[in-house]
């Protein structure tokens, strides 16, 4: 499958990538198959589609688990993009709220890596931005990509 660049010096990835939201949040959670979303997602990898994305307040964490346990021994075949700046406050009505801050969004990355099982994320990004929080906050200070 060709492959495109994400930015000027991003990873390379399929122009096709896996929105894995809906395996475990927004679309009748009552119905949900983790064996068959884990077949899903490495399927798409066998198929060429390496850019998964997830995110922290996608069934409360569940989302990276179920991601995690998919790419687990294939790491190397997947693109992670997973999201911070929300906080679920009622996983039932799906109730939650914008924090931007620096600590939150450095606690919410290191739970994403754990759930996740992996030692780095590859396109980290804001849900939703946090008016109440100056960007430069939010960013801290710049780090150089590993790719």
Do not use: F
């Given at each position: 499958?060709?492959?495109?660049?994400?930015g000027t010096a991003?990873?390379?990835?399929a122009?096709i990538?896996?929105?894995?939201?809906?395996m475990?949040?927004?679309?009748?959670?009552s119905?949900r198959?983790?064996?068959?979303s884990?077949?899903?997602i490495r399927r798409?990898l066998?198929?060429?589609?390496?850019?998964l994305?997830?995110?922290?307040?996608?069934g409360d964490?569940?989302?990276?688990h179920?991601?995690?346990?998919?790419i687990?021994?294939?790491?190397?075949?997947?693109?992670?993009a997973?999201?911070g700046?929300?906080?679920v406050?009622d996983?039932?009505?799906?109730?939650?709220h914008?924090?931007?801050?620096?600590e939150t969004?450095?606690r919410?990355?290191?739970d994403s890596?754990t759930?996740?099982?992996?030692?780095?994320i590859d396109?980290?990004?804001l849900?939703?931005?946090?008016?109440a929080?100056?960007v430069?906050?939010r960013?801290?200070?710049?780090?150089?990509?590993?790719y």
């Amino acid at each position: 499958m060709e492959k495109r660049t994400l930015g000027t010096a991003g990873p390379r990835v399929a122009p096709i990538g896996l929105g894995c939201m809906g395996m475990s949040w927004g679309y009748a959670e009552s119905r949900r198959d983790d064996d068959t979303s884990i077949q899903v997602i490495r399927r798409a990898l066998d198929a060429g589609v390496d850019l998964l994305d997830t995110a922290a307040v996608y069934g409360d964490g569940h989302n990276e688990h179920l991601v995690g346990r998919a790419i687990a021994g294939r790491r190397d075949e997947a693109v992670i993009a997973t999201k911070g700046g929300l906080v679920v406050d009622d996983l039932a009505t799906k109730q939650m709220h914008r924090d931007g801050r620096p600590e939150t969004l450095r606690r919410q990355v290191e739970d994403s890596l754990t759930r996740l099982g992996i030692d780095r994320i590859d396109l980290y990004y804001l849900h939703r931005v946090d008016p109440a929080v100056p960007v430069e906050e939010r960013l801290g200070r710049p780090r150089r990509p590993r790719y």
